[in-house]
């Protein structure tokens, strides 16, 4: 299954946005526009029904209702998420989840969420097979706590759902984090979205799968990084994982190098890759194009979009960028690219085939880059140049 619709009230940076998704997603928009709040609301979701996770983890871990909840929010203040998922693009939604809640507590009492409504519609049986609210039966206070995606007995009629925000992948590598082999074991068995546990993951599969995966991102290291040659998968004396690679120099034979060598855009490649490899459902990248050069910065969107056509791989990418490079690669359509504006009132999400003058430049021939990066720039940001360095 894919997002198909996403729809959001008084979360972070947006007082309501409603926008259709397809498989392959670019989000754009200027600085501090909300690019990362958007994805994180399906974090939002994967914390949810991770282990040891729950609704109380997930908003605990954002900093409470108060952090989560729109600045714009005025009088309206319970936070309402509404998520679509189908197995085909064009068709009706097999589920739609909908989860509203609201802060409870403070003073002498523990600040916590309060479910104000919590409903799932099913394709299959054609009518909402959970809807509850505050004054269901059998509810109070204490069941309000909990969903019931996160609970495997509550959750039965719609596991689907469950299973789909469990699979789901986070990604933005920082490549010191995946260099640091101390705090391996630190960070073992524990959700980590900037690759400190990049190796763990690689740990866990099968070795068949492992080797497979990493035979393809061999194959693409061959191109990108010419000078890497046999990067494999081997583990020290105390059994802590590690990437290896054969580097090329003067040396008939080269160099054995481990991760803690490799450059930074080597291990931003070899993670983007894997998580690509890896996934099941939903993949949710940021900025990918960091530390990469830009020849191969413009391979990445039609090299998403070959593994999408593959059986048994990935079903949807979500990506956010600022990259005119990355957007100027691949036949990237205007269904595809989701812009954000900040406004006054919060900001809006709207795909560029819905916005008439970018449409008149696509039109024109523009490429997608030279038809929404300008739209994404700050108004008259030229005029830093006329600020005073100066005293």
């Not at 706590?145 to 009629?157: D, M």
């Not at 080797?211 to 059994?239: C, M, W, Y």
Request: proline residues 3%; glycine residues 6%; hydrophobic residues 35%.
């Amino acid at each position: 299954m894919y997002i198909s619709r996403l729809k959001l009230i008084n979360w972070r940076n947006f007082r309501g946005i409603d926008v259709n998704l397809e498989s392959r997603v670019f989000i754009i928009g200027p600085n501090a526009s909300g690019k990362s709040n958007l994805v994180d609301v399906i974090r939002f979701l994967r914390d949810i029904v991770k282990r040891a996770g729950g609704l109380q983890h997930a908003v605990e871990e954002r900093g409470g209702v108060s952090k989560i909840r729109c600045l714009s929010a005025r009088k309206k203040t319970q936070v309402e998420i509404e998520v679509h998922l189908s197995e085909a693009q064009g068709q009706k939604p097999d589920w739609k989840y909908i989860l509203a809640f609201k802060h409870t507590g403070g003073g002498i009492f523990e600040s916590q969420a309060a479910i104000v409504k919590e409903k799932v519609w099913s394709k299959k049986e054609n009518k909402w097979v959970l809807d509850r609210n505050e004054k269901s039966a059998g509810e109070d206070h204490e069941t309000l706590k909990f969903t019931h995606l996160e609970q495997i007995t509550s959750n039965i009629k719609f596991r689907d759902v469950y299973r789909f925000f469990q699979e789901t992948r986070y990604l933005h590598i920082v490549p010191q984090l995946v260099r640091d082999a101390e705090s391996y074991m630190i960070s073992t068995n524990k959700e980590d979205y900037y690759g400190r546990n990049l190796l763990d993951r690689m740990n866990k599969i099968s070795p068949r799968t492992r080797n497979s995966h990493i035979k393809r991102i061999n194959e693409v290291l061959h191109f990108a990084v010419p000078q890497l040659k046999e990067l494999k998968f081997t583990k020290d004396i105390k059994g802590i994982p590690h990437l290896e690679a054969v580097y090329i120099h003067w040396r008939a034979k080269g160099a054995k190098q481990q991760e803690t060598q490799f450059s930074d855009g080597t291990l931003r490649l070899i993670g983007f890759m894997w998580v690509l490899l890896d996934g099941r459902e939903t993949v949710l990248l940021e900025e990918p194009e960091l530390y990469l050069h830009t020849a191969i910065i413009k391979q990445l969107p039609e090299f998403i979009s070959k593994l999408q056509r593959k059986k048994d791989t990935i079903r949807q990418v979500i990506i956010t960028t600022h990259s005119f490079d990355l957007l100027s690669g691949g036949d990237i359509g205007s269904n595809e690219v989701v812009l954000l504006k900040p406004t006054e009132e919060g900001t809006q999400a709207e795909r560029v085939d819905q916005i008439e003058q970018i449409g008149k430049y696509l039109d024109a021939g523009f490429s997608m880059a030279e038809a929404v990066i300008p739209a994404t720039a700050p108004e008259n940001v030229e005029r830093i140049l006329q600020t005073t360095i100066e005293d």
